[in-house]
């Protein structure tokens, strides 16, 4: 399978990396299995090319040795508070909820969940607003954009 894309992110399963693709395949627009390599024999994939939002991943069976960390994530740059609770719901179900617009998913991978919006506030010119915005942000679990704007400005 060739690519054009010239660097793409690996992510090792245990052994559910179709599954796992399968499913992120199904939450996001512009996305699909590309490619499915499974040795002549084999029960499982040993290997799943997949594009989200048309970037590409590849995800192995390796087996139990290795688990994802916090030290990687994937983020989504959410529009509005409805895409931030569509894919708040859908990626933690079964996972866990973690601070500030983090999750780790049924399979164990992290992604942080972030409204556009929130960042505009973080990188606001006054550095009160986004001083109040950071501070709001640092006691949510999912994001809440109107709570955030509220905080900025002073509410």
Do not use: H
């Amino acid at each position: 399978m060739t690519t054009s894309q010239k660097i793409r992110t690996f992510l090792w399963f245990d052994k559910q990396a179709e599954e796992a693709a399968n499913f992120y395949v199904s939450l996001f627009k512009d996305s699909k299995i590309v490619d499915i390599l499974r040795p002549a024999g084999a029960e499982r994939a040993l290997t799943v090319v997949f594009q989200l939002g048309g970037q590409e991943f590849v995800a192995l069976n390796g087996g139990p040795q290795y688990k994802f960390t916090e030290a990687i994530s994937l983020t989504i740059d959410c529009a509005s508070q409805q895409e931030v609770d569509y894919f708040w719901e859908k990626l933690s179900a079964g996972g866990e909820e973690r601070a500030c617009g983090w999750l780790k998913d049924k399979y164990g991978l992290f992604w942080q969940v972030v409204p556009s919006r929130m960042i505009e506030l973080l990188q606001d010119k006054d550095p009160g607003r986004a001083l109040r915005a950071m501070n709001a942000m640092m006691q949510m679990v999912k994001i809440d954009i109107a709570t955030i704007e509220k905080a900025a400005d002073g509410g």
